[in-house]
């Protein structure tokens, strides 16, 4: 693994940013594996800017998000396809027909075969992903098992709470979501970790600190991947007593 250390939040979107446009400079009809969350935001904002500058085109670009909540339709303000239109899909030229997000609505068993016949079918160059304070990745809750496929989640307490920020209330957090298995993450060729926040101390610890591969931190698998880039922002890293050349 390699680590970045970016001054702040908005610097590493710009650093993310920047890797997803040399990705897209090398291969025009590259597949971008996206994420959503708090901590993408800056990615988005940044790739907007690169776009309007002209530095970005996503003509010939696929892209498939990690995960969707169970039972929303893509039209409710929390969907995870309402935040990748708002945040990015809006903003730029790109054919919304080549954006996969699974339709939370649909009956368990589709969604997850059809997400996963289309991740078998687009290998991606790069996978973006973010981090849950359980050590997440995607909707992968701790003790997902390694070579996981497309599945249904429960969501953790914790996760319903952390993401609850975004709802009305607690109780308007879907309990289920649809997400990218462990397995599939691991499949692209290259991944891009953005973390951000103090909650999510622990899983920077498990990262860094302790050599351990464990199913109850699902973010540790990450170790095992032979192009991964873990970008920090400083105020974590001084937090976790890290120093850049550490990774
Ligand atoms: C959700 C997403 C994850 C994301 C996590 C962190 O649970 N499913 O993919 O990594 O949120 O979100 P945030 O960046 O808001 O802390």
Do not use: W
């Amino acid at each position: 693994m390699k680590m970045l250390v970016a001054k702040n939040h908005e610097e590493a979107g710009v650093l993310v940013a920047g890797m997803i446009a040399e990705t897209v400079r090398l291969n025009p009809n590259a597949c971008l594996g996206l994420a959503t969350g708090g901590s993408m935001e800056p990615v988005y904002a940044a790739l907007v800017r690169l776009f309007e500058n002209g530095k970005i085109r996503f003509d010939s670009v696929t892209t498939v998000n990690l995960d969707e909540y169970a039972g929303l339709p893509p039209s409710h303000p929390q969907s995870y396809r309402q935040y990748m239109n708002s945040r990015l899909f809006d903003h730029v030229k790109i054919d919304i027909r080549n954006t996969c997000i699974p339709l939370g609505t649909e009956p368990p068993e589709k969604i997850c075969r059809d997400f996963q016949k289309f991740l078998d079918a687009h290998p991606r160059d790069l996978q973006l992903l973010g981090v849950g304070a359980n050590g997440h990745i995607g909707f992968n809750e701790p003790g997902t098992f390694f070579e996981s496929q497309a599945h249904i989640v429960t969501l953790n307490e914790q996760t319903r709470e952390d993401n609850s920020r975004f709802f009305a209330s607690i109780d308007d957090v879907p309990k289920q979501a649809v997400t990218m298995g462990v397995g599939d993450i691991m499949k692209a060729s290259a991944i891009v970790i953005l973390i951000h926040g103090s909650g999510k101390l622990r899983a920077v610890r498990e990262l860094f600190t302790h050599e351990r591969v464990i199913p109850e931190v699902p973010c540790t698998v990450l170790k095992l991947h032979r192009n991964a880039t873990i970008v920090l922002t400083e105020d974590l890293a001084r937090m976790a007593e890290l120093t850049p050349d550490r990774a």
